[in-house]
């Protein structure tokens, strides 16, 4: 069976959600309601009117910490696939896991010493 043939399906389906996906997005801009309100244009986080202006930066820290929260949360989804085949894996699977997760303990360690968790200034 040729390469193309194997992946074609998938390449399909990844095109299909693309268009679709697209459709959406060029539809709801184009057709949605456009009825700006004073009440719709302030700005809005997380439940209660945002304090200070509209032209000052958030702080790095916001970022920071959004940052290191996508990290250590998709270093925690790779535990379940090694959970799962964690018979199949053997003795070289857990010594393979513990090194990873000595490497995700290290660098919370780092991070943590290193104030970026810490909110406040």
């Known amino acids: 069976m040729l390469l193309i043939q194997k992946y074609a399906?998938?390449?399909?389906?990844?095109?299909?959600?693309?268009?679709?996906?697209?459709?959406?997005?060029?539809?709801?801009t184009l057709l949605g309601p456009k009825k700006p309100t004073p009440e719709k244009m302030l700005?809005?986080?997380c439940g209660s009117e945002s304090s200070g202006g509209r032209h000052i930066k958030?702080?790095?820290k916001?970022?920071?910490?959004?940052?290191?929260?996508?990290?250590?949360?998709i270093e925690t989804v790779f535990i379940y696939p090694w959970a799962v085949q964690f018979?199949?894996?053997?003795?070289?699977?857990?010594?393979e896991m513990f090194?990873?997760?000595?490497?995700?303990v290290v660098a919370l360690i780092y991070v943590w010493r290193?104030?970026?968790?810490?909110w406040e200034n």
């Open 9 to 28: 399906p998938m390449f399909l389906i990844i095109g299909v959600a693309g268009a679709v996906a697209s459709l959406f997005f060029i539809g709801a």
């Open 43 to 45: 700005p809005f986080e």
């Open 58 to 60: 958030l702080s790095v």
């Open 62 to 73: 916001f970022y920071l910490t959004a940052i290191l929260f996508v990290v250590f949360d």
């Open 87 to 95: 018979k199949s894996l053997g003795w070289f699977g857990l010594a």
């Open 99 to 104: 090194g990873f997760l000595i490497v995700v």
């Open 114 to 118: 290193k104030g970026a968790l810490e």
